[in-house]
């Protein structure tokens, strides 16, 4: 069975340090929206042009553009054991779209990373960034003495890290994406785990969560 994750999580949960660790680990590709989107614009497909020309203006790029970007990289060979979504789906309409992409596709294992709003206020108050590259400073590229691990430049503060913001920011990712954890959550393939804890529990619960749903799923 193909092991296909959708990784959800707020700002802040460690979704993305998760996805990347079980992504390596299961030798499938982390598929992220702002990566692939970005790959599409340097590479010139025709949706990459699209998005290219959209972002030039100053706007959003569509619903459209974005499913369509994201369908041609899951046809990729090398999706075909498996894939974690990392920022995709974020809406409903997304969420429908991708379950139209995985016709005939073994199950989307939906894995909800819950963290309470105060420990994320926490964690991301105190989140370094690369001043150069715009890496964060985390277990895979850890500070060195105010130093990126990755390109050695200056670890500073985000902007948007700030408290106020870090809270309003949350309330936006509430917002946005009760209703897709609502559209997922009564599927046997949806789980649900404490991401208020280390990295290293939190992985374990993820592989155990998931290994749990892939063996439901075959059975």
Known sequence: MALNVIMLGAPGA??????DRFARAKGIPKISTGDILREAVATGTALGLQA???????ELVSDEIVIGIVNDRLARDDAKKGFVLDGFPRTVAQAMAL????????????VDIVVGAEELVRRLGSRQVCERCGTNADEKNPANAGACGKCGGRLVQRADDNAETVRERLKVYDRQTKPL???YQARPTFKSINGARTPEQVAADL??????VATGARA
């Open 207 to 212: 592989n155990t969560a998931i290994a749990t």
């Open 99 to 110: 379950d139209g992409i995985m016709q005939g596709r073994d199950p989307l294992i939906i």
């Open 14 to 19: 460690g979704k993305g340090t998760q996805a």
């Open 52 to 58: 290219k020309a959209i972002m030039a203006r100053g």
């Open 181 to 183: 954890v609502e559209y």
